[in-house]
């Protein structure tokens, strides 16, 4: 199983980034996709989640309206578009599997089995 996330980097303030998870070795559609992030200091937040399942998308408040998260059943692959960064969105960003559907969007725990490496976003000018 691999979780390969990709498209960090450093951005100024307002600016827009998009960040992939590309996905391979386990059974694509019976997994949701969440994006989580953790900054220095601070507790891990999920910030988004997709399920091609129940076709459900979760967005944590402190990003609903800058975040948009896709996936690309055909590659594998899941997007998180960012814009109007802040510098509080700094962090190291990770994508994870989570079992079928997306926990969070129904206020249940969600369960990561996967994980790959995160990618380093730094909103900074």
């Known amino acids: 199983v691999q979780l390969q996330a990709s498209g960090g980097g450093l951005v100024q303030p307002g600016g827009s980034l998009r960040l992939s998870c590309a996905a391979s070795?386990?059974?694509?559609?019976?997994?949701?996709i969440a994006w989580l992030r953790q900054a220095p200091g601070k507790e891990r937040e999920e910030v988004a989640c997709i399920s091609s399942r129940d076709g459900r998308i979760y967005y944590a408040d402190s990003v609903k309206g800058r975040f948009t998260i896709s996936r690309d059943n055909a590659k594998n692959t899941v997007y998180l578009q960012i814009t109007s960064l802040k510098p509080e969105d700094t962090a190291i960003y990770y994508c994870?599997?989570?079992?079928?559907?997306?926990?969070?969007?129904?206020?249940?725990?969600?369960?990561?089995?996967?994980w790959g490496k995160g990618t380093l976003v730094t909103v900074s000018s």
């Open positions: 070795g386990f059974t694509w559609d019976l997994y949701a």
């Open positions: 994870a599997t989570d079992r079928g559907v997306c926990g969070a969007a129904y206020g249940v725990e969600p369960v990561y089995d996967y």
